[in-house]
């Protein structure tokens, strides 16, 4: 089916002329062969970057030299963009990044590469191409190092994570035994790699197909407790997993994992250098994990409006997956399906109808005094249904303001 894109056919036809060999590789030819979709469409060809982005403006598409110096050009055709890699041979590393030299050798680049499955390689003709018997490993579902695990992961050691997040997403069944044997006696070597690129491959590996099977390998092995800096709990981690499976979300699968308490989240921040938006969505879950824990009333549709207003219908949906209803909350159907209709976005909060303006008007001082008077207001609005209606926003005015 690849060779039958409109835009990557076109790319293979011209760039496949004049003593030069273009060929789709890697992940796009992996995930081809299995039926899985392809995203992103990789190729390698024998040109040089500057003849490369010659040839791609003479043929009408647009170059973008997104990574020139490694040999990488975005080509956009007619909208849709390849990335273009001049072939490559490593020639030495320091464990964390390679010094690459140009090649024009298929076979060379092939070895290069990681692992047998994401090796292969496919000509403008429909020729496969397999050095390293990447179909058999597909077929027997696993994932192999390229020659000797061991030598490959000291070139990276970026490589054990990527040995891991590749088992979960491709392969059934244990490990192939050499890597994660060559794995574990390596292990110290990730300690040498920026936080961020461990971030990377470990939300992936979250989110793959079989992750929580490779969480536990990567538990047994000693691995989790350093990769999340802290504890994991497996029972949440599979609730959530069986809830968000076919939409899953790295930040909620990282929570049930290893979050326990609000500190967590700023261990994890530092840990895996998470972002603001993402160190706060783990504080809000764990708030409110505390809150569902200890929750004793029914939960009922009133109170899940509250609850997202409040929280935020991702975050209660995902702690609500997480607890399961242990010990409580007592969740009635009734909620359950507001909290789908808020999820789906058939209905959502209306805008609080009071402003701060209002009090101002009425007499209370600009400041730190009107945040805090429209919080209760707020509040009793969200527990007496959120109505908008003039009449009530006047009521809940004049009820507030006595109160103040
Ligand atoms: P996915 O899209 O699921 O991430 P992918 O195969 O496209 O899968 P990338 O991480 O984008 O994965 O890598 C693209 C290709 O580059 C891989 O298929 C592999 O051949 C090669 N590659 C990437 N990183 C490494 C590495 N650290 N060592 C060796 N080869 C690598």
């Not at 041979?89 to 010094?99: F, I, M, N, Q, S």
Request: aromatic content about 6%; hydrophobic content about 40%.
């Amino acid at each position: 089916g690849l060779l039958e894109r409109p835009q990557l056919r076109r790319l293979l036809e011209a760039f496949n002329n004049h003593g030069e060999e273009t060929r789709i590789v890697g992940g796009a030819v992996r995930n081809a062969l299995l039926g899985r979709p392809v995203t992103e469409v990789d190729c390698a060809t024998t040109m040089l970057p500057d003849v490369m982005v010659r040839r791609a403006h003479d043929a009408g598409f647009k170059p973008v030299p997104t990574g020139i110096d490694h040999g990488t050009v975005t080509v956009v055709v007619d909208g849709e963009p390849f990335e273009v890699t001049t072939l490559r041979v490593d020639v030495e590393t320091d464990g964390r990044y390679a010094v690459v030299h140009f090649g024009r050798d298929f076979v060379r680049d092939a070895r290069r590469r990681d692992f047998t499955i994401n090796a292969l390689s496919l000509g403008l003709d429909g020729k496969l191409y397999d050095y390293t018997d990447g179909v058999a490993d597909l077929k027997e579902r696993r994932v192999r190092f390229i020659g000797d695990a061991h030598k490959r992961i000291r070139e990276d050691f970026l490589r054990i994570m990527r040995f891991f997040r590749f088992h979960a997403e491709y392969a059934e069944g244990e490990p192939d035994a050499e890597g994660l044997e060559a794995s574990g006696i390596e292990r110290q070597g990730l300690a040498i790699l920026s936080k961020e690129r461990i971030r990377h491959e470990l939300l992936k590996l979250l989110v793959a197909r079989r992750a929580e099977e490779t969480l536990r390998v990567l538990s047994h092995y000693g691995f989790l407790t350093w990769l999340i800096a802290g504890a994991a709990e497996f029972g949440r981690f599979s609730r959530v997993a069986a809830f968000d499976k076919d939409n899953p979300v790295a930040i909620w699968r990282l929570a049930a994992l290893a979050m326990m308490v609000e500190q967590d989240a700023d261990r994890l921040r530092e840990h895996l250098r998470l972002s603001n938006d993402e160190h706060k969505k783990l504080v809000t879950y764990a708030r409110l994990l505390v809150v569902l824990k200890t929750w004793a009333l029914p939960l009922d549709a009133s109170a899940i409006r509250r609850l997202v207003a409040d929280h935020g219908v991702e975050t209660l949906s995902a702690v609500l997956a997480a607890i399961d209803g242990e010990p409580s909350p007592h969740i009635n159907g009734d909620a359950l399906s507001a909290l789908e209709r808020y999820r789906s976005g058939e209905e959502s909060l209306p805008a609080f109808p009071l402003r701060g303006a209002d009090l101002v008007e009425r007499g209370i001082p600009k400041g730190p005094k009107v945040g805090e008077i429209l919080g209760l207001a707020r509040q009793a609005w969200l527990s007496e249904g959120c109505r908008t209606d003039e009449s009530y926003a006047k009521d809940l005015l004049e009820r507030i303001l006595a109160r103040a």
